[in-house]
């Protein structure tokens, strides 16, 4: 059965940084495509980073780049999003997903993020 947890969201001010973590189960982690993606309150979800190979390639938007990293912990099956420099404009639900080349595409919960002063 596959699960798939997101936490470390929460509120912090400008400038400030977070740190997301996304811990699956249930498939092959190196397997698949693992991504973070975000939705604000009355727009789509979109795609904010992601690691793209079993080599690690990693590809961000435009609009993270320079402030998050997204990295990977094999042994323990976890994805991260490392959020510096927050913005207002980063308040989101954060999402985790993986994809493998089959088509497989699994979700988790999400988790708020809220830019703030």
């Known amino acids: 059965q596959v699960h798939i947890v997101e936490s470390g969201g929460g509120s912090v001010q400008p400038g400030g940084s977070l740190r997301l973590s996304c811990l699956v189960s249930?498939?092959?982690?190196?397997?698949?495509?693992m991504s973070w993606y975000r939705q604000a309150p009355g727009k789509e979800r979109e795609l904010v980073a992601a690691i793209i190979s079993a080599a690690g390639t990693t590809n961000y938007a435009d609009f993270v780049k320079g402030r998050f990293t997204i990295s990977r912990d094999k042994s323990a099956n976890t994805l991260y999003l490392q959020m510096d420099s927050l913005k207002p404009e980063d308040t989101a639900v954060y999402y985790c997903?993986?994809?493998?080349?089959?088509?497989?595409?699994?979700w988790g919960q999400g988790t708020q993020v809220t830019v703030s002063s």
């Open positions: 249930g498939f092959s982690f190196s397997n698949y495509r």
């Open positions: 997903n993986g994809l493998s080349a089959r088509g497989s595409d699994y």
